[in-house]
T-cell receptor, first 113, second 106 residues
Framework: DAGVIQSPRHEVTEMGQEVTLRCKPI?????LFWYRQTMMRGLELLIY????????DSGMPEDRFSAKMPNASFSTLKIQPSEPRDSAVYFC???????????FGPGTRLTVT | KNEVEQSPQNLTAQEGEFITINCSYS?????LHWLQQHPGGGIVSLFM???GKKKHGRLIATINIQEKHSSLHITASHPRDSAVYIC????????FGTGTRLQVFP
């Protein structure tokens, strides 16, 4: 398996633009997680899905952030409108079950100017 | 106070030294994870454990549930072990420590 795939790897956009980050989990994994990493706050969970259903989105910073998982092999994290403080590395991870070893994607480095 | 505390924050070692990184947590958990993040940014899961001890190559992880403490040991450290090591606990979702930056010099 290719592991968790994220795209794009780098994204530079201007404040106010919509940003969509994409994730393909490992086939057969039932849980998918979106994380954000910044120098100030470290790694934080934004949202996680179990069997394509959002279970906990309490980490989503505000209404500008939304995430979907339309099927078992694809998830998106959308920021609209983007702001400079959204600049961070966004990781997607998947696991067989909610409490199980997680496999991380390479991350998307987002810069909002 | 953070729910997950790691020590030390930074660690330098000479190649071959035995290394210990500590993690203390304040919440009830179902599992604890040790992750490794290389300078390039990728994150790799090293261990997930809920009791006792696990070993993989030169890496050993232990956990004491009663004391809410875990340690990650690296035996015969090597420059390629240089990375940030992150402890994360799972009450119902992962809560991360701030990481320990390890540099191993030849």
């Amino acid at each position: 398996d290719a592991g968790v795939i994220q795209s794009p790897r780098h994204e530079v956009t201007e404040m106010g633009q919509e940003v969509t980050l994409r994730c393909k989990p490992i086939s057969g994994h039932n849980s998918l997680f979106w994380y954000r990493q910044t120098m100030m706050r470290g790694l934080e969970l934004l949202i996680y899905f179990n069997n394509n259903v959002p279970i906990d989105d309490s980490g989503m910073p505000e209404d500008r952030f939304s995430a979907k998982m339309p099927n078992a092999s694809f998830s998106t994290l959308k920021i609209q409108p983007s702001e400079p403080r959204d600049s961070a590395v966004y990781f997607c991870a998947s696991s067989l079950a909610r409490v199980d070893e997680q496999y991380f994607g390479p991350g998307t480095r987002l810069t909002v100017t | 106070k953070n729910e997950v505390e790691q020590s030390p924050q930074n660690l330098t070692a000479q190649e071959g030294e035995f290394i210990t990184i500590n993690c203390s947590y304040s919440v009830g958990i179902s599992a604890l994870h040790w992750l490794q993040q290389h300078p390039g940014g990728g994150i790799v899961s090293l261990f997930m454990l809920s009791s006792g001890k696990k070993k993989h190559g030169r890496l050993i992880a232990t956990i004491n549930i009663q004391e809410k403490h875990s340690s990650l040991h690296i035996t015969a450290s090597h420059p390629r072990d240089s990375a940030v090591y992150i402890c994360a606990v799972n009450p119902d979702k992962l809560i991360f420590g701030t990481g320990t930056r390890l540099q191993v010099f030849p």
